[in-house]
Nanobody, 116 residues
Framework: QVQLVESGGGLVQPGGSLRLSCAAS????????LSWSRQAPGKERELVAS????????DYADSVKGRFSISRDNAKNTVYMQMNSLKPEDTAVYYC?????????WGQGTQVIVSA
């Protein structure tokens, strides 16, 4: 059974940084595309960043380009997202997702609040 567990969320001031982690188990790590999405209150879930199978091409939403960085540690079956220069509009629940063709699995989410 595929399981994804996020961590690293919290409260941070505007301009601050956080690093989210997502540890995966129960899947063949190297054949899954990994991504982070977020959902703010009253809004639809949106894709923020993704990293492909090794060598791991990355892609980002325009709203986070230059501020967020996604990476995967294939030895630890973990995907990270470094978030810098955080803005209040980055406040959301952040979800990790593993995808392989039509199959996908989501983590439970981790809350990020950007506020003074």
């Amino acid at each position: 059974q595929v399981q994804l567990v996020e961590s690293g969320g919290g409260l941070v001031q505007p301009g601050g940084s956080l690093r989210l982690s997502c540890a995966a188990s129960g899947l063949t790590w190297n054949i899954y595309v990994l991504s982070w999405s977020r959902q703010a209150p009253g809004k639809e879930r949106e894709l923020v960043a993704s990293v492909g199978i090794p060598p791991g091409a990355t892609d980002y939403a325009d709203s986070v380009k230059g501020r967020f960085s996604i990476s995967r540690d294939n030895a630890k079956n973990t995907v990270y997202m470094q978030m810098n220069s955080l803005k209040p509009e980055d406040t959301a629940v952040y979800y990790c997702k593993g995808s392989r063709g039509s199959e996908s699995a989501w983590g439970q989410g981790t809350q990020v609040i950007v506020s003074a």
